[in-house]
């Protein structure tokens, strides 16, 4: 239990915890002056966020410096058209509940398959091959789902075919030995493969077996295969090169990207490409280990989807990247550090969605959403509050700014393990400002380090800094690293780059790079790249 004085807010219970059904739930917090759930709180005509200042008896906070707070205040004291708010319906499922905020339309994935997929989607060295039983099981599942056996979230849907199959077949063609397919899975694929050419569809034959070479020459669909339309022939070209383990330029990934997002039409009709196509095509790249030029497009894709970037009239403006998919185990705090440091006069930026697979954590449009703040801002309205003395605080969801990036959750859910934008997405740039501009992500995994800080770099932004926090989180910790910590550098590193004032003409010069790592104390290096 975290406790503090006057204005700060206090942790009532662990940050994070589960239900008895095993749900994520949102933490609640309370102020000193006067205990308040946040379910309380949505109902008073002040949110309590944070406050940059004691509180008075009154209930407000005194009239010093810039009150954050109001970021998410009620509608009632401010404008409607710009902070208007987005109140959780009475009667709705428990909305402390991360679960509830999944999007209740789709279907659910198969869980036998979903977790073969956990197993054997990853990388070169992660992936974890099906013994003989497990291999069965799940082949079996596929078969009777293709022929109509299994109904509803109990078939197999097309995305989850998709990274399934190709990630059998970049593990034969391109994964060393030692994740390959064994000899469980072998036997397996040997005695449904007759059964599968008469059952499942082309592009999934196609995916299995692209170049015929994998199955015996059993079936012809594969080297065949070319799609139906000219984008999906287009994306089958570029499949081809990833299912032999292959890398894309930077034009050709924007371009399929483009050709294939939104997932869905203005109309709500699917896009021309198949699904398990589309699927795989996401996963394949991730399984291969992107390159920057790859990475780079995720990024940078969809820019323009609505037009020019808005520009804010700020001193100074930091962006937030944190993962999409929330937090299950530790608490989250980047909501209110932003908001703090909005109260001092340095504005902040949050950006993310309300659920995202494959956690399916606390987020912080989660957050706000059950304090009563608007979570619909478009660009515009979040320039507003930047701008705002007041305020200079904003969050925009996905959902807002780049439609076709957020048309992909239902297929991540179904692909299991975080395509390429899981990556892209923390490096955002919603909103510019005409002063000097940072970015902040974090990552776990190794290798996602010096990736980020490229991606800042292409951004244009003067500083960036990646911290490698616990969940992939922004913030420190001081918990004592594990004997079973990840690989790589430890928990609390950071490194980040930072262009000097004199520098800012000189195409001569490049950055300087700060890293840093904390493992019971702090060491500092600087170089130059």
């Known amino acids: 239990m975290h406790t503090a004085t006057g204005s700060h807010l206090v942790l009532s219970r662990p940050p994070i915890c589960k239900s008895g059904n095993g749900e994520w739930k949102i933490p609640k917090y309370r102020n000193d002056d006067s205990i308040h759930s946040l379910g309380c709180l949505r109902n008073c005509h002040f949110i309590r966020m944070l406050y940059s200042s004691p509180i008075t ?259 100074s403006l930091t962006h937030y990247g944190e993962p999409y998919d929330g937090n299950t185990r530790f608490f989250r705090s980047t909501l209110f550090v932003a908001a703090v440091r909005a109260s001092y006069g340095e504005a902040c930026l949050l950006h993310g969605v309300e659920w995202m697979p494959p956690k399916g954590g606390i987020t912080e449009e989660q957050m706000l959403k059950f304090m009563g703040a608007c979570t619909t801002l478009t660009t515009a309205a979040a320039v507003k509050l930047l701008e705002d003395d007041e305020v200079g605080f904003a969050y925009i969801s996905q959902r807002e700014a780049r439609p076709s990036l957020y048309s992909l959750i239902g297929i991540r859910e179904h692909i299991k393990k975080r395509p390429p934008i899981a990556t892209t997405e923390k490096i955002q740039r919603y909103v510019k400002a005409t002063g000097r501009e940072a970015i902040m992500a974090g990552f776990y995994h190794e290798g996602y380090e010096d990736p980020l800080l490229m991606l800042m770099r292409r951004r244009g932004v003067d500083s960036g800094l990646v911290v490698k926090g616990e969940e992939g989180s922004v913030s420190l910790t001081t918990k004592a690293r594990s004997i079973n910590a990840s690989k790589g550098p430890p928990v609390n590193h950071c490194a980040g780059f930072r262009t000097l004032p004199s520098m800012e003409h000189d195409t001569t010069q490049t950055d300087v790079i700060l890293r840093m790592v904390n493992e019971n104390a702090i060491i500092g290096n600087w170089r130059c790249s």
Not at 160 to 189: D, K, Y
Not at 219 to 240: C, D, K, N, Q, T
Not at 270 to 280: I, R
């Open 57 to 315: 008896p009154s209930g407000g906070p005194e009239k010093k410096g810039r009150s954050s707070y109001r970021a998410v205040v009620h509608a009632s004291s401010l404008k409607e058209d710009i902070y208007g708010v987005d109140e959780l319906e009475a009667g709705c499922r428990n909305p402390e509940l991360s679960g509830n905020y999944r999007p209740v339309t789709k279907l659910k994935p198969n869980p036998t398959v979903l977790e073969a997929q956990a197993r054997i989607c990853t990388g070169p060295t992660q992936t974890r091959p099906l013994n003989e039983q497990q291999a069965f099981k799940v082949l079996d599942t596929i078969l009777q789902s293709a022929r109509g056996e299994l109904r509803n979230e109990e078939a197999v849907s097309a995305a989850q075919l998709g990274a399934f199959f190709a990630g059998m077949t970049i593990r034969a063609n391109a994964f060393p030995v030692a994740t390959q397919w064994s000899e469980g899975e072998t036997r397996a694929m040997n005695a449904y493969w007759p059964l599968f050419i008469q059952t499942l569809p082309h592009d999934v034959l196609f995916l299995a077996d692209p170049e015929g070479s994998i199955m015996g020459g059993a079936s012809p669909v594969g080297p065949r295969f070319v799609g139906s339309e000219p984008i999906e022939m287009r994306l089958v070209g570029a499949l081809r090169e990833v299912l032999a383990g292959g890398h894309l330029g930077y034009e050709e990934v924007t371009g399929i990207l483009k050709d294939v997002l939104p997932v869905y039409r203005h109309d709500g009709r699917p896009n021309t490409v198949s699904e398990s196509l589309l699927a795989a095509f996401l996963i394949g790249q991730r399984m291969n280990g992107e390159t920057d030029r790859e990475l780079r497009a995720y990024c940078l894709a969809f820019d323009d989807e609505l037009g020019p970037t808005p520009v804010a009239d700020v001193r």
